[in-house]
T-cell receptor, first 113, second 113 residues
Framework: KQEVTQIPAALSVPEGENLVLNCSFTDSAIYNLQWFRQDPGKGLTSLLLIQSSQREQTSGRLNASLDKSSGRSTLYIAASQPGDSATYLCAVRRGGATNKLIFGTGTLLAVQP | DTAVSQTPKYLVTQMGNDKSIKCEQNLGHDTMYWYKQDSKKFLKIMFSYNNKELIINETVPNRFSPKSPDKAHLNLHINSLELGDSAVYFC????????????FGDGTRLSIL
């Protein structure tokens, strides 16, 4: 059974710092991995999707890496801003015909001005 | 225009009642999903439909019945509501195929009194 864990559960950093969020999964047979952010009272916004054959994806100040063999992904946020404060979720999609996502436990990020 | 829209945003009702949550997507996607986010913010898939056909049905009580009148709509009907049904319910959609990102609505916060 696939389990997805995110460390740390909560993180507080001063504005301008670079930071790394971690995601680990127990079954390396994944199809892809997706990072989301969730703002309070809002839905999920897709940030990056990494296919199982890829090592990393970049979008602006965000860089996500994937090491499928070790069951790990990281989300790197450069030059953090208060607007980055949110809960960050990773989700893995297992193989097969369905597009079922299995979510991690989330990291609550607070960027202090 | 909102890509994935859910109504209502908030739903407060008595135990034992029957209620429905509606979801519509204007992205032209083939696949739609319902997720439940519990009080600990853990997200778990409930159902998935592809072109109006059920493809994922997780271990969900049969009091929950999804209905897809067309591929742009996936409604969730809940009978005999229980206290444990209190949660945030998210609708999502994607193109068919496992390499497509999922797009989420803003959620419906269901509170059972």
């Amino acid at each position: 059974k696939q389990e997805v864990t995110q460390i740390p559960a909560a993180l507080s950093v001063p504005e301008g710092e670079n930071l790394v969020l971690n995601c680990s999964f127990t079954d390396s047979a994944i199809y892809n991995l997706q990072w989301f952010r969730q703002d309070p009272g809002k839905g999920l916004t897709s940030l990056l999707l990494i296919q199982s054959s890829q090592r990393e994806q970049t979008s602006g100040r965000l860089n996500a890496s994937l090491d499928k063999s070790s069951g790990r992904s990281t989300l790197y946020i450069a030059a953090s801003q208060p607007g980055d404060s949110a809960t960050y979720l990773c989700a893995v999609r297992r193989g097969g015909a369905t597009n079922k996502l299995i979510f991690g436990t989330g990291t609550l990020l607070a960027v202090q001005p | 225009d909102t890509a994935v829209s859910q109504t209502p945003k908030y739903l407060v009702t008595q135990m034992g009642n029957d209620k429905s949550i509606k979801c519509e997507q204007n992205l032209g996607h083939d696949t739609m999903y319902w997720y439940k986010q519990d009080s600990k913010k853990f997200l778990k898939i409930m159902f998935s439909y592809n072109n109006k056909e059920l493809i994922i049905n997780e271990t969900v009580p049969n009091r929950f019945s999804p209905k897809s009148p067309d591929k742009a709509h996936l409604n969730l009907h809940i009978n005999s509501l229980e206290l444990g049904d209190s949660a945030v319910y998210f609708c999502a959609s994607s193109q068919a195929g496992g390499n497509q990102p999922q797009h989420f609505g803003d959620g419906t916060r269901l509170s059972i009194l």
